[in-house]
């Protein structure tokens, strides 16, 4: 089992910024990427960014030269800086954890609880 712990989401106004937060842990699991989703009401959930192990990194195109997606692996922990917020991009904010297991190799999928983040006009 992989727990994922979310924290930074909150109101900001059109052209802030803001930084989310995703700590995984559990044991007896590597873990192969970590990325951000998000979900909009009324919307499906969308990528908005990925990063893998090896720092390869993965961008939502309405997020490129706005949000920055980095990783500290030996903390299990991966950022989302996100800057030049728009109203649009309001919508909760789900941390996603790739792993596999280190005693069967099954990959797995793993999700936060959900950070939501409002940008007003």
């Known amino acids: 089992q992989v727990q994922l712990v979310e924290s930074g989401g909150g109101l900001v106004q059109s052209g802030g910024s803001l930084r989310l937060s995703c700590a995984a842990s559990g044991s007896r699991y590597s873990i192969l990427a970590m990325g951000w989703y998000r979900q909009a009401p009324g919307k499906q959930r969308e990528l908005v960014a990925t990063?893998?192990?090896?720092?390869?990194?993965r961008n939502a195109d309405y997020v490129k030269g706005r949000f920055t997606i980095s990783r500290d692996n030996a903390k299990n922990t991966v950022y989302l800086q996100m800057n030049s917020l728009k109203p649009e991009d309001t919508a909760v904010y789900y941390c996603n954890a790739h792993v596999k297991s280190q005693l069967t190799s099954i990959e797995i999928d793993y999700w936060g609880q959900g950070t939501q983040v409002t940008v007003s006009s």
């Open positions: 990063i893998t192990s090896g720092g390869t990194t």
